[in-house]
């Protein structure tokens, strides 16, 4: 399953799962670097970066960006 930061919330961070789920996790259990927008991936319990996900949902923003502003 694919999770998205949509925000934190003093110790804890709110992820949207690729299902439109709502999880909450503590924020130590995040990788360092991670920002609101980053996706992650969970194996065996431990969140990592999902770099490729990241890149290609922001590209598939900006793309909707500059088509609307053309």
Same mark, same amino acid.
């Given at each position: 399953?694919?999770?998205?930061?949509?925000?934190?919330?003093?110790?804890?961070?709110?992820?949207?799962?690729?299902?439109?789920?709502?999880?909450?996790?503590?924020?130590?259990? &995040?990788? !360092?670097?991670? %920002? /609101?927008?980053?996706?992650?991936?969970?194996? @065996?319990?431990?969140?990592? &970066?999902? !770099?490729?996900? %990241? /890149?290609?949902?922001?590209?598939?923003?900006? @793309?909707?960006?500059?088509?609307?502003?053309?």
């Amino acid at each position: 399953m694919l999770f998205c930061i949509d925000r934190f919330e003093g110790d804890l961070c709110i992820l949207q799962a690729d299902d439109d789920s709502m999880h909450e996790f503590s924020r130590h259990l &995040i990788p !360092a670097g991670a %920002t /609101e927008g980053t996706w992650l991936t969970q194996v @065996d319990g431990v969140f990592h &970066i999902d !770099a490729a996900e %990241t /890149e290609r949902v922001a590209a598939r923003i900006r @793309d909707k960006m500059n088509r609307l502003w053309q």
